[in-house]
């Protein structure tokens, strides 16, 4: 049954750099059929697609964070990884990790979220 | 990129059908057929309910159906049930460059 898991720290100083890992179990992320995306929900808002990567390691951001986001796989340990530099009190929110389905482009698969503040 | 347009509130009471409306652009909506929505209740992650407009995966129940007219495509809760209650997002494939764009969020509410 595939599964997925971020981890990272759940506070992060401002100005300072969020690195997030999303861990998959029960498929391979190098699989050409699906790719693989970080979404986030700030308390109380809606969610926010953050970015999407393909096994190919081609890359698609939203363009209001596209200056600080970055998004890579590591095939051999099957995860990818998110990094979010320049963070502000804005960037607070529970990040999730999915995996889309190349012909439907929907996300099917749903990491539980991990909190991460944005905080001195 | 901007987020798709989606009413803030929808409420119904049980049995009865209630539909959320996502109003998007050209560029994303009205260009292509990979419209989804996901609902999350409090404290959970998002879960896909209807994928490319209409489709449903397999386990989501036949009282959600999805359409889209032009720029706008719609959600459709019927024989709405204690259980729907939830907060639902629409979302876009927006084409090579934006590529994924989501909606506000409605919440529905059970009466």
């Known amino acids: 049954q595939l599964q997925l898991q971020e981890s990272g720290p759940g506070l992060v100083k401002p100005s300072e750099t969020l690195s997030l890992t999303c861990t998959v179990s029960?498929?391979?992320?190098?699989?050409?059929?699906?790719?693989w995306g970080w979404i986030r929900q700030p308390p109380g808002k809606g969610l926010e697609w953050i970015g999407s990567i393909f096994y190919s390691g081609s890359t698609h951001y939203n363009p209001s964070l596209k200056n600080r986001v970055s998004i890579s796989l590591d095939t051999s340990r099957n995860y990818f990884s998110l990094i979010l530099s320049s963070v502000t009190a804005a960037d607070t929110a529970v990040y999730y990790c999915?995996?889309?389905?190349?012909?439907?482009?929907?996300?099917?698969?749903w990491g539980q979220g991990t909190t991460v503040t944005v905080s001195s | 990129q901007s987020a798709l347009t989606q009413p803030a509130s929808v409420s119904g009471s049980p049995g009865q059908s209630i539909t959320i409306s996502c109003t998007g652009a050209s560029s994303d909506v009205g260009s292509y057929k990979f419209v989804s929505w996901y609902q999350q209740h409090p404290g959970k992650a998002p879960k896909v309910m209807i994928y490319?407009?209409?489709e449903r995966p397999s386990g989501v129940s036949n009282r959600f159906s999805g359409s889209k007219s032009g720029n706008t495509a719609s959600l459709t809760i019927s024989g709405l049930q204690a259980e729907d209650e939830a907060d639902y997002y629409c979302c876009s494939y927006a084409g090579s460059g934006t590529f994924s764009v989501f909606g506000g969020g409605t919440k529905v509410t059970v009466l």
């Open positions: 029960g498929a391979s992320i190098s699989s050409s059929t699906y790719y």
């Open positions: 999915a995996r889309g389905g190349f012909y439907y482009y929907a996300l099917d698969v």
């Open positions: 490319e407009v209409s």
